[in-house]
């Protein structure tokens, strides 16, 4: 069973993804999440980085919908959703091997000068493409960076991921990772 905090975090993320407000997540939501990363980060589709966040996200959609449509209709409903993602990433294995490296190719894209960190501006606009409101992201930012350094590094923003997915401490800081929850 998924604390209170652990649904919220996973409405959220469901509501991100489903950007069109179908009341589903699918495949083309991902897509249109992809282009909408590319589009505010200026990265043309056929970039390495683009080619590589297009592999990754086609892995995480198929990771899905093997773990989590339990109708096999193609598409994820908030239902399936909370309980797919409670058993396959918040109790089970699946986050390494499924979601990680999506979320690395996201946020490799946003490290725009491939320096291994990510800028406040750089945050802002990967968290934009997410659709997280714009008075949050600087919140969200800000408890993420706890050495206060004006920077996120790749591997800190994998621990926020992390413990924003799946995680149940309620302190932490990736629980911030989109604003408030």
Same mark, same amino acid.
């Given at each position: 069973?998924? /604390? ?11 509501? =991100? ?7 589903? #997540? ?16 200026? !990265?043309? =589709? ?23 449509? !339990?109708? =096999? ?17 918040? =109790? ?8 990680? $490296? ?22 802002? /606009? ?5 659709? /997280? $409101? ?38 932490? $800081? ?6 408030? #929850?």
């Amino acid at each position: 069973m998924a /604390t209170e905090m652990q649904l919220r975090k996973l409405d959220k993320a469901f509501s =991100h993804l489903d950007a069109d407000g179908s009341g589903y #997540v699918e495949q083309q939501d991902l897509n249109n999440l992809g282009v909408r990363l590319l589009a505010n980060f200026g !990265v043309v =589709h056929d970039a390495p980085k683009a080619q590589r966040l297009a592999e990754d996200f086609g892995t995480f959609w198929q990771e899905l919908a093997k773990a989590l449509d !339990v109708d =096999h209709d193609r598409r994820l409903s908030p239902q399936e959703w909370r309980e797919g993602m409670t058993s396959a990433f918040v =109790h089970g294995d699946a986050f390494d091997r499924s979601f990680r $490296p999506g979320a690395l190719a996201v946020l490799r894209l946003a490290d725009t000068d491939d320096d291994g960190r990510v800028s406040r501006d750089e945050f802002a /606009t990967m968290q934009r493409a997410f659709g /997280t $409101p714009v008075g949050e992201i600087n919140l969200a930012f800000d408890k993420l960076d706890s050495d206060e350094d004006g920077y996120l590094s790749i591997e800190e923003l994998m621990v926020g991921v992390r413990q924003f997915y799946i995680g149940a401490d309620e302190t932490a $800081p990736g629980n911030w990772f989109f604003g408030n #929850v």
